[in-house]
């Protein structure tokens, strides 16, 4: 069974970056994409972007000057960082394994991490 | 980006009641919709993808129609842990979004 465990600070100050990283246990890394999707409060989902296993990226264009997501294949981690946060980022951010040959399902999610951006 | 249209937003509901949700794409998104299900503080889980696909383990009183842009998740007898929050999502195309979720509740 693939678990994927979200993982980083819960309090951010703005306009710092944000930095999580997502551990996958079981299954491999190399084969799947993998992305993350955050939830802000009483709000609903959005897709922040995806890597794959050659290390290619694909992000939402509304979020695309400011992320990155990054692959280490030896570490089974991947991780996301989205650079000049306002309180607007605050939200429950959630890694996903990206089933791209299923119709492009999430197929896996870690349980998600809240994160504030505040002083 | 496509825009996801979920209905209803909410949906006071017994136990063994046959509830309907709706999705609705802004344009063809051919079978590209996934539904998840959601309770609060723990991960999401796919409930039917390719708009029709049962995902494995998920009991078969969940059923998905539909494609190009109009969709349907039915559950057939809604049991006491199917109380959560159902989103539909569409992959066909760049960002991947999401309907604004469908939240089931005891009458």
């Known amino acids: 069974q693939v678990q994927l465990q979200e993982s980083g600070p819960g309090l951010v100050n703005p306009s710092e970056t944000l930095s999580l990283t997502c551990t996958v246990s079981?299954?491999?890394?190399?084969?799947?994409?993998w992305s993350w999707i955050r939830q802000p409060p009483g709000k609903g989902l959005e897709w922040i972007g995806y890597?794959?296993?050659?290390?290619?990226?694909n992000y939402n264009p509304s979020l695309k000057s400011r992320v990155t997501i990054s692959l280490d294949t030896s570490k089974k981690q991947f991780s996301l960082k989205l650079s000049s946060v306002t309180a607007a980022d605050t939200a429950v951010y959630y890694c996903a394994r990206l089933n791209w040959n299923a119709f492009r399902k999430f197929d896996y999610w870690g349980q998600g991490t809240l994160v504030t951006v505040s002083s | 980006d496509i825009q996801m249209t979920q209905s209803p937003s909410s949906l006071s509901t017994s136990v063994g009641d046959r509830v309907t949700i709706t999705c609705r794409a802004s344009?063809?998104?051919?079978?590209?919709l996934t539904w998840y299900q959601h309770k609060p503080g723990k991960a999401p889980q796919v409930l039917i993808y390719g708009a029709s696909h049962l995902q494995t383990g998920v009991p078969s009183r969940f059923v998905g129609s539909g494609s190009g842009t109009d969709f349907t998740l039915t559950i057939s007898s809604l049991q006491p842990e199917d109380f959560a929050t159902y989103y539909c999502?569409?992959?066909?195309?760049?960002?991947?979004?999401f309907g604004q979720g469908t939240k089931l509740e005891l009458k």
């Open positions: 999502q569409q992959s066909y195309d760049i960002p991947g979004t």
């Open positions: 344009q063809s998104i051919s079978s590209y």
């Open positions: 079981s299954g491999s890394i190399s084969t799947y994409y």
């Open positions: 890597i794959n296993y050659s290390g290619n990226t």
